[in-house]
């Protein structure tokens, strides 16, 4: 059975008949808690980690369409499903957050980065699908902001053995979709490379060769060389 939890100035109330309520000790304890306007579901799933972006809980913010921020609450984001996940620590109960709740959310340690933060915005996924709200990890240069959908999908089953007993694992794998927003334009990647970049922007095409040829790698491929390439861009905007 599904309990909806909704969180409303301080109090978290349940839509559960009488045995799945707060109990009164515990109830008093909720009223402590600056939770303000934020929705969720309880969760008792299989949190499977290799579906997860962050595969262990992180430590971050959350960031309530109201404006106001719940600081130093732990986090899980799925990038398979494209939900994300709050551990409350009064009942240490795992609540799936809804997504129209919340702008966005913050870790504070990412990937060996301090300071990571994903907004909600509506994108288009693939070709044919409608636009849908999605939570998007947002990097802000000066005058163009990336946007990085973080999607897992599923790429294979594979073998494993645990006690001599064979078993079947799914694998999954991660594949971003890349977003630039320069001014009211947003440009979409789904692979990003230099020939992409040349044919995003034409304009530009002789100094992002010339980066791409200057560069270490003289490739593409991680999040870093990504990052660099537009930091370089930005002052051509």
């Known amino acids: 059975m599904k309990i909806r939890h909704i969180i409303i100035s301080g109090l978290i109330l349940t839509s559960a008949p009488s045995a799945g309520q707060v109990r009164q000790n515990e109830f008093a304890r909720v009223q402590q808690v600056p939770y303000q306007n934020v929705a969720g579901e309880l969760y008792t799933g299989d949190l499977q980690p290799d579906t997860y972006v962050n595969p262990d809980w992180i430590e971050g913010d959350l960031l309530l369409e109201t ?43 990412f990937r060996g980065d301090s300071a990571v933060f994903f907004t909600r915005m509506k994108i288009r996924k693939d070709f044919v699908s ?23 999908s599923f790429l294979r089953k594979e073998n494993y053995s645990v006690n001599g007993k064979i078993s079947m694992k799914d694998i999954f794998i991660e594949q971003p979709i890349y977003f630039i927003r320069s001014d009211s334009r947003l ?3 789904r692979k990003f490379n230099g020939h992409a970049l040349c044919k995003a922007y034409p304009d530009k095409s002789d100094v992002i060769r010339k980066y791409i040829r200057n560069s270490a790698s003289g490739r593409l491929n991680t999040q870093n060389e990504i990052i660099s390439i537009l930091q370089y861009l930005d002052d051509y905007f």
């Open 67 to 109: 404006g106001d921020k719940i600081s130093n609450v732990f986090l899980r984001y799925n990038g398979l499903t494209d939900e994300l996940f709050w551990r409350e620590p009064v009942l240490n109960n795992v609540i799936k957050v809804d997504k129209e709740s919340v702008r966005g959310f913050h870790f504070n340690y």
């Open 130 to 152: 409608d636009s849908t709200s999605c939570f998007l990890q947002e990097i802000d240069f000066n005058r163009i902001k990336l946007y990085i959908y973080r999607s897992k």
């Open 187 to 189: 440009s979409v990647f």
